[in-house]
C-alpha cells in the first residue's frame, strides 16, 4: 500500500481521520504485533498516524491560514470604514449644498437668549436697507427666548448695502448665567455671556456689500 508501512491485505485505520493518509505517514500500532508467524487468513490491522514533521507542517500552515484570516477581515473592515466616511463625507456635502441654496434667496437671523431663570428683559435691534427696527421683551417669564427674522438676499447685496444685528439680554434677580447668541442662515455669528443676577449680554454682528 504505502512503502513505510506496507502490509499485503492489512486493514488500514487512520489516526487522523480528518487529513487524508500519504506516505509522510508513520505505523503506530499494529495488530497482531510484527514477529509472529501469522497464518495466511489470519486479519492484520495497522494505525497510521503522521509523522512529526508532517504534523509541524500543517500546524505551520494553519497559522498561516490564520494570518490570512485576519489579513481578509482587517482589509474588509478597511474597506467598509472607507465607504462609510465616503457615504458621510457626501451626506455632509449634500447638506451643506441644501443648506447654501436653501438661503440663496432668503436671509434668516436668529436672535437667541438662555438663561437658568426668567429673563428680565430682552432688546433686538436690527438695521437693514437702511432701516433700523428695535423690539423689546419685558414679560420676565422664560428662560429662553428665540426671535427670528426674515429677509430677502437681495437686501444683503447690491449698491453699497449695510446690516447689523444686535440683541442685548438682562438676568433676571435668581439667575446665575444668561448667554445670547445670534445666528446667521443656520451659523452662529455671535456669542457671549455674562454671570450673576441682573447682568447683561450683548451680542453684535453686521456687514457690508459696496459695489459701484
Known amino acids: 500500500m504505502f512503502s513505510n508501512f506496507s502490509i499485503e491485505g492489512a486493514e488500514v485505520r487512520n489516526a487522523s481521520p480528518e487529513h487524508e493518509i500519504d506516505d509522510s505517514w508513520v505505523v503506530t500500532e499494529q495488530y497482531p504485533v510484527s514477529g509472529f508467524i501469522l497464518q495466511e487468513d489470519t486479519p492484520v490491522a495497522i494505525t497510521v498516524a503522521p509523522s512529526e514533521e508532517t504534523k509541524r507542517h500543517w500546524a505551520y500552515m494553519e497559522e498561516q491560514h490564520e494570518i490570512d484570516l485576519a489579513a481578509e477581515k482587517a482589509a474588509e473592515a478597511k474597506k467598509k470604514a472607507e465607504a462609510k466616511a465616503a457615504r458621510e463625507e457626501a451626506k455632509a456635502e449634500a447638506k451643506a449644498e441644501a443648506e447654501r441654496k436653501k438661503y440663496e434667496d432668503e436671509w434668516v437671523i436668529r436672535y437667541i437668549l438662555e438663561s437658568d431663570a426668567p429673563i428680565d428683559l430682552a432688546t433686538y435691534t436690527t438695521m437693514v436697507g437702511g432701516s433700523t427696527s428695535q423690539t423689546q421683551d419685558s414679560s420676565a417669564t422664560k428662560n429662553n427666548l428665540?426671535?427670528?427674522?426674515?429677509?430677502?438676499?437681495?437686501?444683503?447685496?447690491?449698491t453699497y448695502k449695510v446690516w447689523s444685528f444686535g440683541v442685548d439680554g438682562m438676568a433676571g434677580p435668581y439667575a446665575s448665567t444668561i448667554t445670547c447668541r445670534i445666528e446667521v442662515n443656520g451659523k452662529i455669528v455671535?456669542?457671549?455671556?455674562?454671570t450673576g443676577p441682573y447682568s447683561s449680554a450683548m451680542c453684535n454682528d453686521g456687514g457690508y456689500d459696496i459695489n459701484f
Not at 428665540?146 to 447690491?158: Q, R
Open 190 to 194: 455671535e456669542e457671549q455671556t455674562s
Open 146 to 158: 428665540v426671535k427670528t427674522l426674515k429677509y430677502p438676499a437681495g437686501a444683503f447685496s447690491g
